[in-house]
């Protein structure tokens, strides 16, 4: 007899022998024993998992001579071929092959004669999805009022491509994935029977591989079986699946952990030249920081949530130590983002080296090359007298410092850090040194600059702060001031003037609440008791933009929109 691969040999007879469907079979065990037997059954879900086999068993209990029953003998005429496949009464239909209406008119005749030794005829669809339009259609009548004697069963990986028409008159039924632990147990009981000597790691890791399929599991364990007489183990898993050894991911995770990059690299270079693939090695390290994100979380408690045997769990135990869960959260949206760079690039290896360089980066070290001097950034504790810099002619600011086309579109939200171009403008002038300090919306500005020396000058320059903060308390009010202007400070007293066509703001600001609370605000962003007098101005001069922005200005043809709101 010619050999029979390990998933047809060990396929279940019965409804006990089905692997990890117990929600599926026990409803369907039910039904019979309490004669209430549908007409039309569909049964979803992934690959590999019993679709198929149950339709099969199914109709052995139907058609069985002691039938219907919850144990087909196996022994009679009807399940000998319907085990076989050979069965006239029952129909084994492939959906992809016969998915047009004339292969259903076909069945709408088919169905009015009644079956030749069973009680009924049935009909078992595989890949029902793949009918067309027209074919479900034409089903539609057949399978709401089907003669007595006919019996459906569809089966489908893609339940969503089949018509709500059709699943409403079928009793639907989900198969689910098969967890790793039971795909290991079933696998260790067919080498057992096969007297195949295999690890219990390799047996894990198949069952991960399979990702849920029994069938997957069965077809690699058969590939795997010439090896048994030198023993299975699961380095052989890897190297035929070109999976990632899980030492090698603890491993680079760990050089990770450490922010060797180096490390990381070598151990990178290692893991290609074995001639395993990047992609999914990536798919890997998401799953290995995946799990590390789970034992960090709720730790041993959680463990049933992680696919390995004990030992493995204690690794991820010990590892997660070395990471903070910010850290994990990191690596997992770095390496998912990696995922989508390698879609799209030339270099499936570059972006993973990237990524290592991205988690690993602790800023700028200088390395300073052999034989090479070093110069100025060594700073000794008393300074050297440095010799008078000779007076350069005026000049306009780089290209690269001052408002481009190029440098607003490097920023996010068109917004341009000109702090240093301020400070090369004002610089040369020793009296203006002390006008370049940065002034922070968001912080308190500085006593010793304010309470020493403010006057109207300092005032105008720290308006946009002071509205900025009043903006904080009601969004209204900063509008209203921003329309005028500082005129006077004098003795704690800010007068502010405003053209006569914003007179409407100037009597909203004039109420006393009102005013109380800005001058509240200006006090404590001062931190000077602040006063305030408000004046309509017939010759208003709106201040003027400094230069740097007023070049800004010229050059996009543009207009000062807001000077204090941050998106």
Partial sequence: MSYLVLARKYRPQTFDEVTGQEHITDL????????????????????????????????????????????????????????????????????????????????????????????????????????TTEAFNALLKTLEEPPAHVKFIFATTAPQKVPATIISRCQRFDFKRICVETIAAAMAAISKKEKLKIAQDALYTIAKAAQGSLRDALSILDQLSALSDEGIEAKDVFSMLGMVETQFLFDLTGALARKNCPLALEILEKIIDQGKDIKQLNKDLIEHFRNLMVVKIGGKALGKLIDYPAAIKDMYLNQCAQFTLKDILKAVDTLIETQDIAGITESARMPLEVAFAKLTYTGEVFVQPPGVAVSAPARSAQPQPQPAPEKQPEAKPAAGSGFTTANVLKSEKGQLDLTHVVKENLGANDDNAEEIEEIREDLPLSAPMLQETLDLTKIKRCWDTLTFAVSRERMSLATYLQEGTPLEFKDGRLTIGFPPKCAFQKEALEDPNIKQLVAKVFSAKLETPISLHYELIGDFKPQEEEGIIKEALNTFNGKVVSRWHKE
């Avoid at 052995?60 to 000998?80: F, H, I, M, R």
């Fill in 28 to 131: 369907l065990k039910k039904a019979i024993s309490s004669s209430r037997i549908h007409h039309a059954y569909l049964f979803c879900g992934p690959r590999g998992i019993g679709k198929t086999s149950c339709a099969r068993i199914l109709a052995k209990s139907l058609n069985c001579q002691k039938g219907p029953t919850l144990n087909p003998c196996g022994e009679c005429v009807a399940c000998q071929e319907i085990t076989r496949g050979s069965s006239f009464d029952v129909l084994e239909i492939d959906g992809a092959s016969n998915r047009g209406i004339d292969e259903i008119r076909t069945l709408r005749e088919n169905v009015k004669f009644a079956p030749g030794a069973g009680k009924y005829k049935i009909y078992i669809v595989d890949e029902v999805h793949m009918l």
